[in-house]
């Protein structure tokens, strides 16, 4: 191999400077590699990351509506949820939509780690997309429909569940159904 100069050179869209001892890389293109290293740089998995954070944020908030928490549930579940709370709904509303962004966490963490093949990879690849286009389709769909007033939703659920729908809790659901797909994504690259 031959020597680098010491003050800077490119290598396949990769800035490497080097000053004596220290070497700092500027990796312009993901995957690039250096003369000096053989094997491209791995992928970034911060979608699945990402996607994992959403899930165990909303799983706490499930979480602590099921333990008799208040804040913010009458303008996501409705006031009379919120106020009545019957058993089916704090043991599958909350504590069973907790259970599944739990385990829809630790999927994501999974998307991120494992290195599957064949059909285990197409049944992952396939719950990914599902569960990415089933949280944009909520969140995008009942924002169109509260916003547009089809069907009297907006005047059925009530002025302030229309409120945080619009401006908290579907935006939510769509930054998580684009993070679960980014991270389906880059499962299906790597």
Avoid at 36 to 53: F, I, K, M
Avoid at 93 to 118: C, E, H, K, P
Avoid at 129 to 149: D, H, K, P, S
Wanted: with cysteine; net charge positive.
């Amino acid at each position: 191999m031959t020597a680098r100069p010491a003050a800077e050179e490119r290598v396949r869209n990769t800035t490497i400077i080097d000053s004596g001892n220290l070497v700092v890389w500027f990796v312009v293109a993901r995957g690039m590699t250096t003369a000096d290293e053989p094997h491209p740089l791995p992928p970034v998995r911060a979608w699945g990351y990402l996607a994992c954070v959403w899930c165990v944020l909303f799983a706490a908030l499930h979480i602590y509506w099921a333990a008799g928490g208040d804040a913010g549930l009458a303008s996501s579940a409705g006031a009379d949820l919120a106020t009545h709370r019957p058993l089916w709904f704090v043991l599958l509303g909350l504590w069973g939509v907790a259970m599944l962004l739990l385990a829809g966490a630790a999927f994501s963490v999974g998307m991120t780690r494992w290195r599957l093949r064949g059909r285990l990879r197409r049944g992952v690849l396939i719950l990914g997309w599902l569960g990415g286009a089933v949280l944009l389709a909520r969140g995008l769909l009942l924002e169109v429909v509260l916003l547009t007033g089809v069907g009297g939703i907006p005047s059925a659920v009530g002025p302030l569940e229309t409120h945080w729908s619009l401006i908290l809790w579907n935006p939510w659901f769509v930054v998580g159904g684009l993070v679960v797909s980014l991270a389906t994504r880059q499962l299906q690259r790597v």
